[in-house]
């Protein structure tokens, strides 16, 4: 098993930037990737971005395009999610996933989730 914190979320104002943390314990040497999905009220679970664990291949979702990057550091066992540009369609919990296999958008791909950190952006 592993366990998935995240921290970083906040309220920030459209047009800022925040940054995201999801730290891993437990069996990390068997994570395959890591990603980011978002849900906000009313609305259903979105995928944002994702990376392989031991380097090479990410993925975004159209929205997030060159206004977020995905990175993580495994020495660390963390991932990260710099959001620039937000905007206030941006509004949701984030909630990081891990995955055992490669990149994918699918949230069925991830079996080990954290609790998740609300982002709220204000115009």
């Known amino acids: 098993q592993v366990q998935l914190v995240e921290s970083g979320g906040g309220l920030v104002q459209a047009g800022g930037s925040l940054r995201l943390a999801c730290a891993a314990s437990?069996?990390?040497?068997?994570?395959?990737?890591m990603a980011w999905f978002r849900q906000a009220p009313g609305k259903e679970r979105e995928f944002v971005a994702a990376?392989?664990?031991?380097?090479?291949?990410?993925s975004y979702a159209d929205s997030v395009k060159g206004r977020f990057t995905i990175s993580r550091d495994n020495a660390k066992n963390t991932v990260y999610l710099q959001m620039n540009s937000l905007k206030p369609e941006d509004t949701a919990v984030y909630r990081c996933?891990?995955?055992?296999?490669?990149?994918?958008?699918?949230?069925?791909?991830?079996?080990?989730w954290g609790q998740g950190t609300q982002v709220t952006v204000s115009s």
């Open positions: 996933a891990a995955g055992y296999g490669t990149v994918s958008s699918n949230h069925y791909a991830y079996a080990s």
């Open positions: 990376i392989s664990w031991s380097g090479g291949p990410t």
């Open positions: 437990g069996r990390t040497f068997s994570i395959g990737t």
